[in-house]
């Protein structure tokens, strides 16, 4: 049977109901321009187990959750799911803690760099045009033969560690709820202030995360890829998801009245320009270095890629070395060791771009 939704207009089809549905998902709850983020839920779900102390992100989001399931759903009745690992899985963990180190500085993952400016932030024109860059430098060293390895099929239960995972981690968050106005149970912890203590009812953000899983897996939608194609082969097939996700997130935060334009005051955001673009651009070359964006990462671990798992990993780890550490931005700006970050994190991708070439340009 053809895969309709992998068609030119099928993924403009699923980007346009991503869209529909993140902004969904801020109407009911979510924190507001981020209905889907997938950096900043990862980070939540680090700070539920307790990687990091950040009392006002700490959450499991079942988003993350029903990506990972959902995309595993689709790829088993697809007969898609295909068990793989072996490509230099270290440096896939390395570049998920830098991607997310980067994603942390902007204050969200390329999906929310899009939803923020759906949602009238004009900070986020910096972040994605940081996004850009650092994807563009990605390209270059794709171009001058920089390789990860060939992956190999493996044992079946390698590609099952992460969705049992997801699976252990929706089990315990229906087991230990939430106490009303308490910050920990006897296993998560919860916000009770702050975005972490924001989101929709847990069917509701667990269902919406299935069908995005479900569809973004049949339709290979990726932000990352649709600029790296753009840029590389002047294709613009995923593009065409990537801009559907923008303009409907934007009509439908007018049609819901979350639209507010401007750089000043806006939700979980800051307005240091040079930092917004620095952190995405180490997060797009984080991304384009290990072969999609945080949400391909989590879709092809669910269809039992080992090696994307691994970087999910990184980026929740990530998540808590970004906080334990000072990384991380806020609202207010930059965290105190967030310019070294950024700075170390650039070094290290380009260490690696340069140095996994089979061939030189």
Same mark, same amino acid.
């Given at each position: 049977?053809?895969?309709?939704?992998?068609?030119?207009?099928?993924? $403009?089809?699923?980007?346009?109901?991503?869209?529909?549905?993140?902004?969904?998902?801020?109407?009911?709850?979510?924190?507001?321009?981020?209905?889907?983020?997938?950096?900043?839920?990862?980070?939540?779900?680090?700070?539920?187990?307790?990687?990091?102390?950040?009392?006002?992100?700490?959450?499991?989001?079942?988003?993350?959750?029903?990506?990972?399931?959902?995309?595993?759903?689709?790829?088993?009745?697809?007969?898609?799911?295909?068990?793989?690992?072996?490509?230099?899985? =270290?440096?896939?963990?390395?570049?998920?803690?830098?991607?997310?180190?980067?994603?942390? +500085?902007?204050?969200?993952?390329?999906?929310?760099?899009?939803?923020?400016?759906?949602?009238?932030?004009?900070?986020?024109?910096?972040?994605?045009?940081?996004?850009?860059?650092?994807?563009?430098?990605?390209?270059?060293?794709?171009?001058?033969?920089?390789?990860?390895?060939?992956?190999?099929?493996?044992?079946?239960?390698?590609?099952?560690?992460?969705?049992?995972?997801?699976?252990?981690?929706?089990?315990?968050?229906?087991?230990?709820?939430?106490?009303?106005?308490?910050?920990?149970?006897? $296993?998560?912890?919860?916000?009770?202030?702050?975005?972490?203590?924001?989101?929709?009812?847990?069917? =509701?953000?667990?269902? =919406?995360?299935?069908?995005?899983?479900?569809?973004?897996?049949?339709?290979?939608?990726?932000?990352?890829?649709? =600029?790296?194609?753009?840029?590389?082969?002047?294709?613009?097939?995923?593009?065409?998801?990537?801009?559907?996700?923008?303009?409907?997130?934007?009509?439908?935060?007018?049609?819901?009245?979350?639209?507010?334009?401007?750089?000043?005051?806006?939700?979980?955001?800051?307005?240091?320009?040079?930092?917004?673009?620095?952190?995405?651009?180490?997060?797009?070359?984080?991304?384009?270095?290990?072969?999609?964006?945080?949400?391909?990462?989590?879709?092809?671990?669910?269809?039992?890629?080992?090696?994307?798992?691994?970087?999910?990993?990184?980026?929740?780890?990530?998540?808590?070395?970004?906080?334990?550490?000072?990384?991380?931005?806020?609202?207010?700006?930059?965290?105190?060791?967030?310019?070294?970050?950024?700075? +170390?994190?650039?070094?290290?991708?380009?260490?690696?771009?340069?140095?996994?070439?089979?061939?030189?340009?």
């Amino acid at each position: 049977m053809k895969n309709i939704l992998a068609s030119r207009w099928g993924i $403009i089809v699923v980007g346009a109901l991503i869209g529909i549905l993140a902004t969904l998902l801020q109407k009911l709850g979510n924190p507001a321009n981020m209905g889907i983020c997938v950096a900043c839920f990862e980070r939540d779900i680090a700070g539920a187990i307790g990687l990091h102390r950040a009392a006002v992100v700490q959450y499991m989001r079942p988003e993350i959750i029903g990506f990972v399931l959902g995309a595993f759903v689709a790829a088993l009745l697809s007969r898609e799911y295909r068990p793989r690992a072996g490509s230099a899985p =270290i440096v896939r963990f390395i570049l998920g803690v830098f991607a997310m180190i980067g994603a942390l +500085v902007f204050l969200g993952c390329p999906w929310r760099a899009v939803l923020r400016l759906a949602g009238g932030d004009l900070n986020a024109i910096l972040g994605l045009a940081g996004l850009t860059f650092g994807i563009w430098i990605g390209t270059l060293f794709l171009r001058g033969g920089y390789d990860l390895g060939r992956t190999q099929s493996t044992y079946a239960s390698v590609g099952l560690l992460l969705p049992l995972t997801m699976l252990g981690f929706l089990t315990l968050l229906f087991l230990h709820p939430q106490i009303p106005g308490e910050p920990k149970n006897d $296993i998560l912890f919860y916000s009770v202030k702050g975005p972490g203590a924001m989101h929709a009812a847990l069917f =509701i953000s667990l269902g =919406i995360g299935l069908i995005v899983g479900i569809l973004a897996q049949r339709s290979r939608f990726c932000t990352m890829g649709a =600029i790296r194609d753009l840029v590389l082969f002047r294709q613009t097939h995923l593009l065409g998801g990537f801009l559907a996700l923008l303009v409907f997130a934007f009509l439908s935060n007018l049609v819901l009245g979350q639209f507010s334009a401007g750089f000043e005051n806006q939700p979980v955001a800051h307005t240091l320009h040079v930092w917004n673009f620095a952190g995405m651009a180490l997060a797009g070359l984080a991304f384009c270095l290990a072969g999609g964006c945080p949400g391909r990462q989590l879709f092809l671990s669910g269809e039992g890629d080992g090696d994307a798992a691994v970087f999910v990993l990184g980026m929740i780890v990530g998540a808590g070395i970004s906080h334990n550490f000072g990384m991380a931005s806020s609202p207010s700006g930059i965290g105190l060791h967030g310019v070294e970050a950024v700075f +170390v994190g650039l070094a290290v991708c380009l260490f690696i771009g340069f140095t996994m070439r089979k061939k030189i340009a």
